[in-house]
């Protein structure tokens, strides 16, 4: 199957019919099929060893960009896999634009970037500002920003990795039709996948222009605080946040250097997610 | 957007009112305080390459360790004899009188995954487990000493992926 | 006489607090403390000796200390620190 | 056509870049990706009408690759400086060869590990100057690795920069010391060209030997395609030097090399058409038309479609290398790895 995500198009394939179908479901808002267009990146989930296509099956990737350690992946975590090999080749492949590890959401075509590690709660704050907020979602876990002139991003809004106590959160908010399948004992614990609304999907195209960057502390009782980053703070973290900046030369140190220098960015602390939502909200209206 | 020299010329020849504004006293650190933070490309490869996986590829990257670890990291050569004080192995670092020093096997797969890495940091499994803590001493060796190698980038990706000024 | 002279083949930035210096060649970024910022700036395009750079320093800043040793040795590690890096060439 | 044969017939003829369609330009960037030949024919594309995705795609790759030759010669001139105080010559060989003296492989090769070559007596030397100035042994002291390395090999176990992670591979010889063939590095030495960043480059004949010897010897043809292309590229340029096919010849026959230098002859005038008088490729054996299925060998997806071939290569590249007792110990070592590889997924897939 071939699939657009944001900018990029991916050719999929797997012998294992069922993790096919059930991408085609969790993926079936955007862009499928697209049989003559030049795509981007090849993704294949193949059994392990031959027999393991149907013995305990488990799936290893065949990309075009691989690392070597990855391990293998049980069958009935297919949707990771092919999440794992997607991921990949934008991390490893993919230089049209500075790859941030950050989630992003817009409104009126200028956006947030909120940056940080997995686990700092950057999945469910963007998930929040989705599907409680009214924010276009972008993406929960990649932001591409352009190298030309504007650093404007581009969305690349694939469905929101939740993990574990951040699942009930959003399943309180949002109708259960947007969640994939739920995926229990994974490496990082239960994951689903919840769909960005079909609005932010069918809008992937058009770029946003950051506004703010934010870099979210959750820490359950925590009292709320922001802090606003230094230029050469926010530069470090961001580079360190990219897959790709420190590999793309000049064209990459320019781009950063006026990303942080027009936008302003901050590190906000929060006890719990209303909160987080209204520190972002506070910080946007001083940016507008 | 100054490249070396224009500005920077224009800077040090300043009128002299400039010159007492900027008048402070310059300090110069001791030479052991680091002044010059560098972020190299293959950088990229060792935090972000990981990142991009979803994190799912730094936790599932492997980290190869060797047989044979003695309690301070160091691999114990091939030709050393062991000795065995039950099941726990150990051999003396310089012949009979020297120090004993007890010997840890790889983990049972041969490698760690990151996930075991960053659980075992987190939980403070070095504390009671003396095999893991020999496999941390070894780790650090590995990574200080800043050569590759399988699974290095992947140690890095774990234990630099909170950057904290 | 040995000369410090600046690379040319990189990008000077000051942020608000910190500079950085983007190295085309090789790729890597640079983040200068205040203090080797200083000294980075002092180092004129033509080149100079450590003396020079020294005196260059003591004209933009009244006064140059060191916490170890005299400033002028000082100096002189610290001008090899940017020459290791590349950013920096040493001119015998 | 197979997808492998279209990227071999885009690098002899690029203009087919302009009348692909939409199905061969998905082939010809996956074998180009595997191949690592994406930059080459990115560069080899400037100018030309091709469909806007694989404009980006081949930009893309061409810009990478320039980055990356930036820092190899960020490399060279850090090994220089590090290897000049002791006064011995030093040999770029391969990538940084061609990048260094500004030879036709160089657009959009992808130029990855720094290989030199030094005099053997003053190997420890060179190793010691490179590990003062922040170079490191990759592989870890005593393990079975290093003692291989040391022991066989023509080369020393990678040093990588402490920092920058630069990896240089320090030769003192182009072959395994386990090779059936020896090669004569103190000639190679002797008739090396001064280039201007301070280190030599081979002369046009043993540079040419040493990449058709790397291609013949280095076992499986993997990325068989790109150092034929390297070969194509410099046999061309070369040859418009009055004498060098005699140069070639006899360079080839003081290094005992001639065998190799005619597979590579061969093979390469079969994928991309290269000149050379037909006394020097000989007559194809066995082995070529293997290679050649390998070479062609790939699905639209750049994966393998020739296993038995690609097998019986692997074993041959490594029968060449070695003596049949040392032979069997490495294979066995090699395939104890894998088999605990094996469990160990088998556990994880038990949990």
């Not at chain 3, 002028?72 to 940017?82: G, I, N």
């Not at chain 4, 090669?183 to 030495?189: H, K, N, V, Y």
């Not at chain 4, 292309?229 to 010849?249: G, S, Y």
Request: with cysteine; net charge neutral.
């Amino acid at each position: 199957m071939r699939l657009r995500i944001g900018p990029a198009i991916f050719d999929i394939r797997s012998p294992f019919g069922g993790a096919i179908a059930s991408l085609r479901h969790l993926y079936r808002d955007y862009p499928q099929g697209m049989p003559d267009e030049i795509y981007d990146f090849t993704v294949a989930a193949l059994p392990t060893t031959p027999w393991r296509r149907w013995f305990r099956p488990s799936i290893r990737l065949q990309a075009d960009f691989t690392v070597e350690e990855a391990v293998p992946v049980a069958l009935r975590h297919a949707l990771l896999a092919f999440e794992m090999g997607v991921n990949m080749q934008m991390a490893l492949g993919y230089r049209r634009d500075i790859i941030l590890h950050a989630a992003s959401a817009a409104r009126d075509d200028r956006a947030v970037v909120i940056v940080g590690d997995s686990g700092s709660g950057k999945s469910t704050l963007s998930a929040l500002l989705s599907w409680s907020a009214g924010w276009r979602h972008c993406g929960d876990e990649l932001a591409l920003i352009g190298l030309a002139g504007d650093y404007s991003l581009t969305p690349y809004p694939r469905p929101i990795g939740l993990k574990n106590q951040s699942i009930p959160v959003m399943r309180e908010r949002v109708s259960a039709d947007r969640f994939g399948p739920r995926l229990e004992g994974t490496m990082k614990g239960t994951v689903q996948h919840l769909l960005p609304p079909v609005d932010a999907i069918q809008a992937m195209d058009r770029p946003a222009r950051p506004a703010l960057i934010v870099s979210p502390h959750f820490t359950a009782g925590a009292s709320p605080e922001i802090r606003r980053m230094t230029q050469s703070e926010a530069y470090l973290r961001l580079s360190v946040a990219s897959t790709n900046q420190l590999t793309l030369g000049e064209p990459g140190f320019d781009a950063l250097i006026r990303l942080i220098r027009s936008v302003p960015a901050y590190d906000i602390t929060y006890g719990t997610s209303e909160e987080g939502l209204q520190l972002v909200e506070k910080l946007w209206g001083d940016v507008e | 957007m100054t490249d070396q020299n224009s500005d920077q010329e224009g800077m040090m020849q300043p009128k002299e009112p400039e010159v007492n504004a900027r008048r402070r006293v310059l300090k110069l650190g001791a030479v052991a305080v680091p002044a010059i933070a560098t972020l190299t490309p293959s950088m990229a490869m060792a935090t972000g390459g990981g990142v991009g996986g979803a994190n799912i590829s730094i936790l599932a990257c492997q980290v190869p360790i060797p047989d044979r670890i003695d309690e301070d990291g160091e691999v114990v050569p091939a030709h050393k004899n062991l000795h065995y004080d039950g099941h726990q192995a150990y051999y003396y670092e310089n012949g009979k009188r020297g120090k004993k020093k007890y010997v840890f096997n790889a983990p049972y797969q041969g490698h760690y995954s990151g996930q075991e890495i960053k659980d075992g940091y987190l939980n403070n499994r070095y504390i009671h487990d003396a095999q893991f803590k020999a496999h941390v001493e070894y780790l650090q060796k590995m990574r200080n000493s800043g050569t590759g190698g399988a699974g290095i980038s992947c140690l890095m990706s774990i234990t630099n992926s909170s950057y904290k000024t | 006489m040995a000369l410090y002279v600046p690379v040319e083949a990189v990008r000077y930035e000051k942020l608000d607090d910190l500079s950085l210096v983007f190295h085309r060649l090789s790729g890597e970024t640079h983040i200068l403390s205040p203090e080797m910022e200083a000294i980075y700036e002092a180092i004129p395009a033509g080149g100079a000796d450590a003396e020079q750079i020294l005196f260059r320093l003591e004209a933009v800043h009244g006064l140059v200390e060191a916490e170890e040793g005299d400033p002028a040795s000082a100096l002189c590690l610290r001008l090899d620190q940017l020459t290791e890096l590349g950013i920096v060439r040493h001119i015998s | 056509m197979t997808p492998s044969t279209l990227l071999h017939s885009v690098l002899r003829e690029p203009q087919r870049m302009e009348r692909l369609t939409a199905e061969q330009w998905n082939a010809l960037i996956r074998v180009a990706r595997v191949e690592m030949l994406m930059g080459t024919i990115g560069m080899l594309s400037t100018g030309m009408h091709v469909p806007d995705k694989a404009r980006l795609l081949l930009d893309e790759a061409a810009a990478i690759a320039s980055v990356r030759q930036n820092a190899a010669r960020y490399e060279v001139q850090r090994m220089v400086e590090a290897l000049t105080p002791t006064g011995m010559p030093v040999i770029l060989m391969k990538g940084s060869a061609y990048l260094m003296a500004d030879l036709p492989p160089c657009p959009g090769r992808n130029i990855g590990d720094l290989d030199i070559m030094v005099p053997f007596d003053r190997l420890s030397e060179a190793e010691a100057a490179l590990k003062r100035h922040g170079w490191q042994s990759i592989k870890a002291k005593g393990t079975y690795d290093d003692s291989y390395y040391r022991e066989w090999m023509h080369e020393l176990p990678p040093l990588a920069h402490e920092t920058r992670g630069g990896v240089i591979d320090l030769h003192h010889t182009i072959l395994p010391r386990t090779a059936r063939l020896t090669p004569r590095p103190e000639r190679m030495l002797a008739n090396a060209i001064p280039t201007n960043c301070g280190a030599y480059i081979m002369a046009p004949a043993e540079m040419l030997l040493h990449s058709a010897t790397h291609l013949a010897y280095d076992g499986d043809l993997q990325g068989g395609a790109r150092n034929l292309w390297d070969i194509d590229r410099l046999v061309r340029h070369f040859a418009e030097q009055p004498d060098f096919w005699d140069d070639l010849k006899s360079a080839a026959t003081a290094h005992e090399l001639t065998s190799p230098l005619a597979r590579a002859l061969r093979l390469s005038h079969r994928l991309y058409g290269t000149p050379s008088p037909a006394a020097l490729r000989g007559k194809p054996d066995l082995i070529d038309r293997l290679a050649l299925r390998k070479l062609r060998g790939h699905d639209r997806y750049g994966a393998p479609t020739t296993p038995i071939s690609n097998f019986i290569l692997f074993l041959r590249g490594h029968w060449l290398r070695m003596p049949l007792p040392m032979l069997t110990r490495h294979l066995l070592t090699k395939w104890r790895a894998r088999r605990a590889e094996a469990r160990q997924a088998g556990r994880e897939n038990d949990q």
